[in-house]
């Protein structure tokens, strides 16, 4: 009975094994696959937009894309930067075409929530972005997380729609599938900080499966 015992475990673990050495090389893919996109020369926002339409997956493609921030519209991420807490400024950025991508446009310290503490942050006119396309999440990504505070403009998980929906943005067609995170070109009084997209995938499965 113990022989029988040991066999079944033997197998669990065995099989246990298998997955996390399958996982391994999941992660090891998609790692090579995002070293590689963050590498390529920007693209405009169209061929993006194909590419996300084919695929469902843009993240961390660099892209290029112009247009016109619709400050009044800015939508406030909790994050932390070097240490500091803070909130990581999604701006809608309004298309040629009428339709809006929202911005991630970077990090600005808790008591620079206010758009009106950084007047030199809120300027009118024409620009080109340049960044890195990011996925939307399907859905809360943790429970651990809190809800997300649409009325107090503070998003503990990037929900895209409620976003949109809470800065009176349109829905469907009109709003663009994907975010867009800013590089770390300064922006005017040197707020929002941009650059702020972090890569963070820790390749600890070999670890397990060989311990």
Request: hydrophobic share 30%.
């Given at each position: 009975m113990l022989l029988g015992l040991g066999l079944v475990l033997f197998f669990i673990l065995l099989g246990l094994g298998t997955w996390q050495v399958q996982r391994l090389y999941w992660k090891e893919g998609l790692i090579q696959?995002?070293?590689?996109?963050?590498?390529?020369?920007?693209v405009p926002l169209a061929e993006v937009e194909k590419r996300f339409t084919s695929t469902g997956d843009v993240d961390?493609?660099?892209?290029?894309?112009?247009?016109?921030?619709?400050?009044?519209?800015?939508?406030?991420?909790?994050?932390?930067?070097?240490?500091?807490?803070?909130?990581d400024v999604f701006t809608p950025l309004q298309l040629e075409d009428g339709r809006v991508v929202l911005i991630n446009r970077g990090f600005v310290p808790y008591d620079l929530k206010d758009a009106a503490k950084r007047p030199q942050s809120q300027g009118a006119g024409q620009v080109t972005v340049t960044g890195l396309a990011r996925n939307p999440l399907p859905a809360k990504?943790?429970?651990m997380l809190p809800d997300n505070d649409p009325q107090k403009n503070i998003f503990y998980w990037k929900d895209r729609d409620a976003m949109a929906a809470s800065a009176g943005l349109p829905a469907g067609a009109g709003l663009v599938p994907f975010f867009i995170d800013a590089d770390a070109t300064p922006n005017p009084g040197g707020l929002p900080v941009g650059g702020v997209t972090i890569i963070d995938l820790p390749n600890?499965?070999?670890q397990y499966a060989v311990t």
């Open positions: 696959t995002i070293d590689q996109r963050t590498h390529f020369a920007p961390y493609t660099p892209v290029t894309v112009s247009g016109t921030f619709l400050h009044h519209g800015e939508r406030h991420f909790f994050a932390t930067w070097e240490g500091q807490s803070g909130f990504p943790s429970m600890s499965h070999l």
